[in-house]
């Protein structure tokens, strides 16, 4: 849930301030809340990239020791609170103290860019590090995870193993649902890094691909959650689950 509420505050952003400006072509707030919306933007991204982590370390745990007590609710939530703290610093290191460059919102070409004035630092030390980091630390985890599950699948036998082997199938389940979350977020960091290389000076209207990467990538993680999460289903559409009761930890 520490997840959709970063994604959630990122779809309220163009809501309320992207998109106007987009729509007016006019950047009406003063440079102060400019520089404290794009500093809150940049820190609920990197709170993400933390969230990827543990995401993928919750299932890590749980499918390959059979940890279930791991991620309790609170540590779920002292984690995210402490993730949210660090990004926080992290964001205004890189947006107000690193020498260059700042993250804006262009509405001319729909897209986010950086205002450059030297060698970009802020990328290149910090948000290009932590995404890496991010996407091949869980995508690694994610991998040992489908190791695991399919040699375990290729040992088990008899009568004793079947409810094991239900449970670890409905643990993949989620892990697959959070694997899917770390592609399209890896997709939208991946397109705001490669996208300024390629395009050209005249064809700048382009550039509205990366915000389209990231809009789709905070709009599918709800998605997600509503059609394949089984937990959630039952929780708010009163569905029935099959296979037992829901994931154990919280994200």
């Known amino acids: 849930m520490l997840h959709l509420c970063g994604t959630t505050s990122f779809v309220l952003y163009d809501l309320t301030y992207a998109g106007p400006i987009t729509i007016f072509q006019e950047d009406f707030l003063p440079a102060w809340i400019q520089m404290c919306l794009n500093c809150i933007g940049l820190a609920v991204w990197y709170a993400d990239m933390f969230l990827q982590v543990a995401m993928a370390f919750n299932r890590y745990v749980t499918i390959v020791f059979n940890n279930r007590k791991a991620f309790t609710r609170r540590r779920s ?3 995210g609170g402490f993730s949210f703290a660090v990004a926080s610093v992290i964001a205004v290191i890189a947006q107000c103290i690193v020498p260059c460059c700042t993250l804006h919102y262009n509405y001319k070409t729909y897209s986010y860019f950086y205002s450059l004035t030297d060698s970009n630092y802020a990328n290149f030390l910090i948000t290009l590090p932590i995404n890496t980091a991010s996407t091949i630390t869980s ?7 489908f190791f695991y599950i399919h040699r375990v699948n290729k040992t088990a036998t008899g009568i004793t193993t079947d ?5 670890r199938a409905k643990e993949a389940h ?3 649902q959070f694997f899917m979350i770390t592609v399209f977020s890896t997709i939208t960091w991946l397109a705001v890094q490669c996208f300024p290389l390629f395009i050209t000076e005249e064809s700048k209207e382009w550039m509205c691909i990366m915000s389209l990467c ?4 905070c709009v599918v993680n709800s998605l997600i959650f ?3 999460n089984r937990e959630f ?3 708010y559409f009163k569905k029935r689950e099959q296979n037992g009761s829901g994931i154990y930890g919280v994200t």
């Open 77 to 79: 939530s002292i984690f």
């Open 139 to 145: 995508c690694f985890l994610y991998i040992l995870i």
């Open 163 to 167: 409810t094991s082997r239900i449970r």
């Open 174 to 176: 989620y892990a697959v």
């Open 214 to 217: 990231h809009l789709v990538h």
């Open 226 to 228: 509503i059609f394949y």
């Open 233 to 235: 289903k039952y929780k």
